[in-house]
Structures are given as C-alpha cells and as structure tokens.
C-alpha cells in the first residue's frame, strides 16, 4: 500500500521525536489540557452518565476536527509503558472537552493491557473475542478475513508485523495542527521501552466517501449518551457498566476493592460482585480495520452493469449502496436523490412499503448493515426494530489516500480506503455477527450466492451475485468482483478516563501483577 496509507518503523526507539514544526500554530489550551487531571476519589455510586469519565470519541467522530492520524505503539516494558500513558493523560479528550483544536484518545489491546501489567484476574474478565484478537485463526475465519485478505498479508495488525500495543487517535482543527500535535505527542515517547510501529495517517474529513457517497449518516440514537432521555438504543450496547439491550450489564474487568487504594474507579454493582470496582465502566471495544477501496473496479462494474441493463450509472451505483450518492434512501426516493432536502432517516423498509426490495434491494449495503425493521419476528413491527438495536454499531471511520480524479490516480495495490472504527459493548454480538452474519452471508434474508456487495467476503472466483428487485422483470449483476481489500486491523479496548488513570499508575499495590518486561 503506498505510504499515503499508512507508515511502518520497527526500528526507531521514540524519544528522539522531531522538534515541532516551525510555523505550527501554538496550541490553545482548553478543556482538554485542564480537564484531564487526576480524578478526585470516587465517593459512591453515581447515576448517569459522567461524560468526563467517557473518551470523546465514544461522543463523537470529531468532524469539527477535520485532520487526523493515528499512531501505533509497542510496549516492551511496562514501566515505560505507563510512563508514557501517564504523560498523556493531560492530553485525553472526554466527551466533557469539546471546544478544543486538538483531541487525543487512548486505546489499548488486550497484549498491550497485560505488558501495563494489568493482574491476570482482570484480563480474565474481558470478552473471548478482545482477547483472542481480531488476527487470531478462528476470528480471522469467521470473519471472512482470508485468502487475500487473510492477517499474514496485512500492512499492520497481522501475526508477521510488529505488535500493537496501544493506538492513539490524533485530530486537529487544521493540518499545521495536527502535526504540531503530533511531534508534541512523540515528544513524549521514552527513550527506549516503547516504540512506534505505525502510523495511519487520514484524509480530511469531506462530506463525501471515496465513492462519491454520503456517508455517516445513520448512527444509532443511544439513551443518555448525550445527556437526554431520549428512547434508543441502550447505552450498555455501546459502554460496559450500564444496562445492554437485554435489561443486562456485560461483562467486564473488576477488581477487588484493595487493587484501587486512591478510589479512582467507581465501585461495581453489588450484584455483579461485593467489595469491587469498576475498571470496564464506561469503556468501549473498538474496532480497527484498514480497508482498501478500489475505485476503478466498483465504477468501471457499475458503468458496465448501466450499459447491459439500460439504468443509469449513479442509479446502479446507488443500488448496491442502497443510498443515492447524496445520502437520499432509495426506500424514500427510488426513482430520484432529493438534493437540497433534508435527509429523511427516520424511514423504515417494511413499514414504509418497500418490503420486496423494489427502492432499496435487499441485498444492498446499507440494507444489510442496517435492516431497521426487516427482521423476524414479524418484520414491520417494533419487535423487529428492538431485534436490529441488538446489533448497531456506532461508527467513527476516517478515510486516507487522495480522492478520487486527482493526479494521483489509484495504484495497483489501491492506495486510499478507509481506516473503519466502530464501538460496541460485545464484539461478539454486535460487530461480528453484523460482519458474519448480515454482510458475508450468501443467503442473507433469503438470498442466493449474494454477499454485500461492498464490504462482504467474495469468494476467488468472484461469481458473487447482486440482485435488483424490479417490475415485471428483475436484474442479476453477475461476476461481481472484490472492490474492498482488508490491510490491517485490531482489537482494542478504548477505556474511560479514570480507567485510564488506574492503568497509568505504579501497580505494585496490586496481587497477580505480570509486568510487561516478563511477556514474550
């Protein structure tokens, strides 16, 4: 992948950072510098939302902070480890900071907790999936991650590339920002001890994706996440701590009391477990995945497909996303994108008459990544939508590499995609089954032989079908061919703030401590 992706240095120890960039503009401090400091002891159980305890991310894809770069550490000892995160956590954006230039966010794989020498007691209570890794033979697998997409053929993120321990997420206001924030950031990198293995660096944000397509646009509305009280989807689906859509809390690390002598992290549920804290509250997986786009390939099938079948180019374009390229659902508009008006996301497909798939097929991306009320049982009804809320994921992805039409042009490897992030509760239950069972299944909601046409497994031979409902006679795309290609990706676990403090601190007070000099 050309270096407009993504950038790899197993060699370099930090610490001998670049010196900022001459010109940068100086850095405001704001709610983030001041905001960010130690937490005061927790003095009993708080109800609500603390969303200075939550990373802004969790908020917010920062789009008020167009530029962005995310850099990937290894941890070889655990000391310099939590040296650095302690460094960086003045720097650590909550969802309570939100008028900065700058942001900064944490994340850590589960290898990466255990080298900050998390006790194993803890580690135990994350979820199979985080622990295992998104690499791992049975996850790869069941994800549809193989053959060419399979982790040994990954940029970053595979079993033959440097691990990655913690990944930090960068953004600014502008780019002369960013990069000032980021040589302030290496700045702080030790000596020796930690190292940057890669960095991801990302386009601006722009209201269009590599396609030509609007993007973003349905988010889950999450009950109390932004301080209202409004009916949607659990909060628990999306931060451990809080009740999932099942009436449930998911499980998640505790320790025991004696472990948190400063009371940084909130006391657990005495139903979950007596004399305990907290160390999942308000945290988050996150999921990471480098994903090449091959513009050419869709545009070049799609103008192929209008010629054969007499639609428009944008109309087939626009049926195997399942949006016109202005964000309008076919569902709301079939015929035509609606341009200036607002766009109407409140729709559903059976309710709203478009159960057959003659708007919006089927088989189409968003269709299938979203089906609202399509599912049993009783599809039309709210049972149905309670069913697909099981399910969301809230995506915060941020593309690279040059846009489409510029001199640049799309190298044979394809050298700009999208670095995809989405947060849930329960891996397992959200993005994987969303992955496994929605997008790379052939025979999602009755089809044959139809993965996503965007972001499904496609098998080698690529006989992959799209169909397009119509009346009186149905389209078959035929020979439908891979135009997205994994290049890396992870795992990790995005803690709250104060969860972040409690690693950051020296744990020798802690029983069953493994440092990370002593991991392999």
């Known amino acids: 992948m050309a270096r407009s992706a993504l950038t790899t240095d197993r060699r370099r120890m930090r610490g001998t950072g670049p010196a900022p960039t001459p010109g940068a503009a100086p850095h405001r401090a704001g709610p983030a510098a001041a905001g960010t400091g130690a937490p005061p002891p927790v003095t009993g159980r708080r109800r609500g939302l603390d969303r200075a305890d939550v990373q802004g991310l969790v908020g917010s894809g920062y789009g008020r902070l167009p530029e962005a770069v995310f850099l990937g550490l290894q941890v070889d000892d655990g000391a310099a480890g ?22 900064l966010n944490v994340a850590l794989s589960h290898p990466g907790l255990a080298r900050l020498g998390m006790p194993q007691t803890a580690l135990a209570g994350f979820s199979l999936e985080f622990a295992g890794g ?28 440097a691990r990655v321990d913690l990944l930090l997420f960068l953004y600014a206001r502008s780019a002369e920002e960013l990069t000032a ?14 190292r940057e293995v890669v960095a991801l660096p990302t386009t601006p944000v722009s209201p269009r994706d590599h396609l030509g397509f609007a993007d973003g646009i349905s988010q889950p509305e999450v009950t109390g996440l932004h301080g209202r009280s409004e009916r949607g989807v659990a909060l628990g689906e999306f931060l451990l701590g809080y009740p999932n859509a099942y009436g449930r809390r998911t499980r998640r690390p505790l320790l025991p009391a004696a472990d948190d002598p400063g009371r940084v992290l909130p006391p657990a549920p005495r139903a979950d477990a007596p004399d305990s804290v907290d160390l999942g509250r308000n945290g988050s997986y996150l999921v990471v995945r480098t994903l090449a786009v091959d513009v050419e390939a869709f545009w070049g099938h799609v103008h192929r497909w209008a010629a054969r079948t007499g639609l428009p180019a944008e109309q087939v374009a626009a049926k195997m996303i399942g949006r016109w390229p202005d964000g309008t659902s076919l569902t709301v508009s079939p015929d035509q994108p609606l341009g200036d008006e607002p766009v109407d996301n409140a729709f559903r497909y059976h309710r709203d008459g478009d159960a057959a798939g003659l708007g919006c097929p089927i088989a189409a991306h968003v269709r299938r990544a979203n089906p609202r009320d399509s599912l049993d049982p009783r599809p039309g009804s709210d ?3 309670q069913v697909n809320d099981g399910h969301r994921l809230i995506r915060r992805g941020r593309e690279y590499g040059p846009a489409p039409g510029t001199s640049d042009g799309t190298g ?53 079908v799209f169909p397009v409902p119509a009346d009186p006679v149905r389209h078959r795309l035929l020979d439908l061919p891979r135009f997205v290609r994994l290049r890396g990706g992870g795992y990790f676990f995005l803690p709250g703030v104060r969860a972040l403090h409690h690693l950051a601190a020296d744990p020798a007070h802690q029983s069953s401590v493994r440092d990370g000099k002593d991991l392999p």
Do not use: Y
């Open 82 to 103: 939590r040296t650095l995160l302690a460094d960086l956590l003045p720097l650590v954006t909550s969802m309570a900071d939100d008028r900065t230039d700058r942001a």
């Open 134 to 161: 998104m690499a791992a033979p049975t996850r790869s697998a069941f994800l549809g991650d193989v053959g060419e997409q399979a982790p040994a053929t990954w940029a970053w993120g595979g079993p033959d590339n």
């Open 181 to 194: 924030h980021r040589d302030s950031v290496r700045q702080r990198f030790p000596a020796a001890g930690v």
């Open 383 to 385: 049972a149905s939508v």
């Open 412 to 464: 044979p490897e394809g050298d700009r995609g999208l670095h995809f992030l989405c947060l849930n509760a329960n891996l397992s239950r959200q993005f994987e089954f969303v992955q496994h069972t929605w997008l790379n299944n052939p025979a999602f909601a009755g089809l044959q032989g139809s993965p996503d046409p965007i972001a499904g497994h496609h098998p080698p031979d690529g006989d992959g």
